[in-house]
Antibody, heavy 118, light 107 residues
Framework: EVQLVQSGAEVKKSGESLKISCKTSGYSFTTYWIAWVRQMPGKGLEWMGIIYPGDSDIKYSPSFQGQVTISADTSIRTAYLQWSSLKASDTAIYYC???????????WGQGTLVTVSS | DIQMTQSPSPLSASVGDRVTITCRASQSVSRWLAWYQQKPGKAPNLLIYKASSLESGVPSRFSGSGSGTEFTLTISSLQPDDFATYYCQHYNSSSLTFGGGTKVELK
C-alpha cells in the first residue's frame, strides 16, 4: 500500500527556519516524482515544486523559486520542504503528493499545518 | 506559464442534478488534465486523469471530457457525498498547475 506520512504541525515565528518531511512507503521511491502543494487558509491548491528522487531533479514553480528548498533522502525514502526565513504569509497547509505514471497525483500525504506568527 | 481557469464558482445545485464544471487552459495542454475532489480538512482525491480516464474506485457518475484548451467535469446525478470543492490540474514534465477551484454547494 502506497503511503505518504507527513511530519506534524508546526508553530513558528517570522524569520525562523523550518524543514518539514514526507516519509513514503509501499512503492519504489526513486522512480516517481513527488510534488509539494500549498493551501493557504480558505484558498485553493498551489503547486510549489516537484522532485525526482532518483536523480534529485527538481523543478520549482516560478511563484516559489528562491522561497523554498525541496530535497529528498533516498536512504530513508523521505522528501523535504524547507524555509530559511519564514514569513507570516507562509501560514498554510502543505501537502506532499506522488505523481503517477501518467502524471496525475494519485497519492497524497495528510498535510502539515504550518503557522507563522509575526 | 499556462494558466487554468475554472467556472463557475461557486456552483449551487440540488441532489439529483446533473452538474458540469468547466476548466479552460491559457494554451493547449493536449489531454494532460486531471480533476480532483477536496472535502474540508482532507487532502484532495483524484477523480479523472488524462482528461477522461476514471480513476479506480471513483463512481461512474463522474466523467471528464475535452482536449486542447477546454475541459469539463460532469457529475451525472449529484449525490449528498459530492458536495465539495473540485479542482482541475494541468500536468507535464515540468509543472503542475491547478485551477482556482469550484465549490459545489447545496442550492
Amino acid at each position: 500500500e502506497v503511503q505518504l506520512v507527513q511530519s506534524g504541525a508546526e508553530v513558528k515565528k517570522s524569520g525562523e527556519s523550518l524543514k518539514i518531511s514526507c516519509k513514503t512507503s509501499g512503492y519504489s521511491f526513486t522512480t516517481y516524482w513527488i510534488a509539494w502543494v500549498r493551501q493557504m487558509p480558505g484558498k485553493g491548491l498551489e503547486w510549489m515544486g516537484i522532485i525526482y528522487p532518483g536523480d534529485s531533479d527538481i523543478k520549482y514553480s516560478p511563484s516559489f523559486q528562491g522561497q523554498v528548498t525541496i530535497s529528498a533522502d533516498t536512504s530513508i525514502r523521505t522528501a523535504y520542504l524547507q524555509w530559511s526565513s519564514l514569513k507570516a504569509s507562509d501560514t498554510a497547509i502543505y501537502y506532499c503528493a506522488r505523481q503517477g505514471p501518467v502524471g496525475a497525483i494519485g497519492y497524497w500525504g495528510q498535510g502539515t499545518l504550518v503557522t507563522v506568527s509575526s | 506559464d499556462i494558466q487554468m481557469t475554472q467556472s463557475p464558482s461557486p456552483l449551487s445545485a440540488s441532489v439529483g442534478d446533473r452538474v458540469t464544471i468547466t476548466c479552460r487552459a491559457s494554451q493547449s495542454v493536449s489531454r494532460w488534465l486531471a480533476w480532483y475532489q477536496q472535502k474540508p480538512g482532507k487532502a484532495p482525491n483524484l477523480l479523472i486523469y488524462k482528461a477522461s480516464s476514471l480513476e479506480s474506485g471513483v463512481p461512474s457518475r463522474f466523467s471528464g471530457s475535452g482536449s486542447g484548451t477546454e475541459f469539463t467535469l460532469t457529475i451525472s446525478s449529484l449525490q449528498p457525498d459530492d458536495f465539495a470543492t473540485y479542482y482541475c490540474q494541468h500536468y507535464n514534465s515540468s509543472s503542475l498547475t491547478f485551477g482556482g477551484g469550484t465549490k459545489v454547494e447545496l442550492k
